[in-house]
């Protein structure tokens, strides 16, 4: 078959994507950037920003020969427009287009959850009941946690991060709100049965793992699976865990949001319904505890778990270090800092001006990096600019290596962390 999938460089698209190429299906792999790609000669990338795919006729071109069509377009965050752009008018857009192109066979991934949750579970919802009405044999699939053993990304990455805290297990609150996790692979495996005409569950179905356990199981699970060695539970106050996720809402960026806030309290497990409907499909889920415990983690999955939640305090230092400079620069007299120019040889009128310059970049640069305003550009700018001041400052003047302070030393330690956020800021 030829399968068109939105989002296919996602987390649950590329397992996606990768079980149907597996299966020797064709796929049209529609998503902004082909990371985490296969290179399959069954694939073909379509560069697709999913805003401006909203109208039957952006996507009639895509839809040739096309039997199936997998959406598993989505955003975590985001204003009320863009949700409503990814996750309602371009995905109906498609969905007309299906019909007018013939295609029949529509499975959209949706979200476990409450309306009342958020934004973004209740305009996943609000698709769900568009595209029923326009195409009743469609079948949406709403997940419970979904997670990989080879991978992570968003709010399951949270989780192995807070499950890989060196010496504590961090719970909110007591850890005793109930989930139902699934594997990736497993969802994957049905949607390659979902897809095929002989398959004839219509509807919505409520997906999730044959286990309900509590967050203190699973990030118990977890730990035990990552081999990090034994620890102390520490029971953090549901209100800072409700304030943390308020300012990762406001901060725009992570995994903290109040969706996921509301989603973690109300619990994400199915009902009697649910698990009925489930028996619909001839694919069988594996029990998590199961898998957790005979498959291997390796030191990359411990890297990636102990460095997660290094990301935004890595970012926080950065920030917090540039504008501190910033201001000392504007505070200091002139005699603070004659002494270091006068050492590095810089003529007395020209260490106002040099003093205020630098200062002046330091702060842009701060201030940038704080609204995350282009910022890969601006950490190239800040590592250029303090390996400058260094090579600068500590060839014109070797002495000040020695300074007690360690004023210039410190920025050995300031390059690398530079290069260490460069590489943790990027999601995929």
């Known amino acids: 078959m030829k399968i068109l999938v939105t989002g296919a460089n996602g987390f649950i698209g590329s397992v996606v994507t990768e079980t149907l190429l597996n299966a020797k299906h064709q796929v049209v792999a529609c998503c902004r950037t082909p990371n985490n790609l296969s290179r399959s000669s069954l694939l073909s990338f379509v560069p697709a920003e999913l805003h401006h795919f909203r109208s039957e006729n952006d996507w009639l071109p895509l839809l040739q020969g096309v039997d199936a069509v997998i959406n598993c377009a989505g955003i975590l965050r985001g204003s009320n427009a863009d949700f409503q752009a990814v996750h309602v008018d371009a995905p109906q857009a498609l969905a007309k287009a299906c019909v007018t192109a013939g295609i029949s066979r529509f499975v959209q991934i949706s979200a476990l959850g409450d309306p009342e949750d958020g934004t973004f579970i209740d305009s996943k919802h609000r698709f769900d009941r568009s595209l029923l009405r326009l195409m009743p044999d469609a079948l949406v699939l709403r997940p419970s946690v979904v997670l990989s053993l080879r991978g992570s990304y968003g709010g399951t990455s949270m989780l192995r991060g807070l499950a890989a805290v060196p010496g504590l297990l961090l719970l909110p609150g007591k850890g005793d709100q109930q989930i139902q996790p699934l594997l990736a692979e497993d969802l994957g495996t049905l949607l390659l049965e979902a897809i095929q005409p002989s398959c004839q569950v219509r509807g919505v179905v409520e997906v999730a793992g044959p286990e309900v356990m509590s967050i203190r199981e699973y990030l118990g699970l977890l730990r035990g699976w990552l081999k990090v060695p034994t620890y102390r539970t520490l029971e953090m106050p549901l209100g800072l865990i409700g304030a943390a996720c308020q300012a990762g809402q406001w901060l725009g960026r992570g995994p903290l949001n109040n969706t996921i806030w509301s989603m973690l309290k109300r619990g994400n497990t199915l009902d009697r319904e649910g698990q009925s409907r489930m028996t619909d499909f001839a694919t069988r889920f594996n029990p998590i505890r199961q898998r957790l415990s005979v498959e291997s983690s390796f030191v990359q999955d411990r890297w990636h778990a102990q460095l997660f939640l290094l990301q ?66 601006i950490l190239w700018l800040m590592l250029l600019s303090t390996l400058a001041y260094t090579l600068l400052l500590g060839g014109l003047a070797p002495e000040l290596w020695l300074d007690p302070l360690g004023g210039l030393l410190k920025n050995l330690a300031v390059l690398p962390l530079l290069l260490v956020y460069m590489v943790l800021r990027n999601p995929r």
């Open 312 to 377: 935004p305090i890595l970012w926080f230092a950065l920030c917090f270090i540039w504008l501190l400079s910033a201001w000392s620069g504007f505070a200091a007299d002139q005699v603070q800092f004659a002494n270091i120019l006068s050492q590095a040889a810089f003529p007395p009128i020209a260490h106002a001006p040099m003093v205020a310059g630098t200062s002046t970049l330091d702060l842009l640069l701060g201030i940038l990096l704080l609204l995350r305003i282009q910022e890969r550009t």
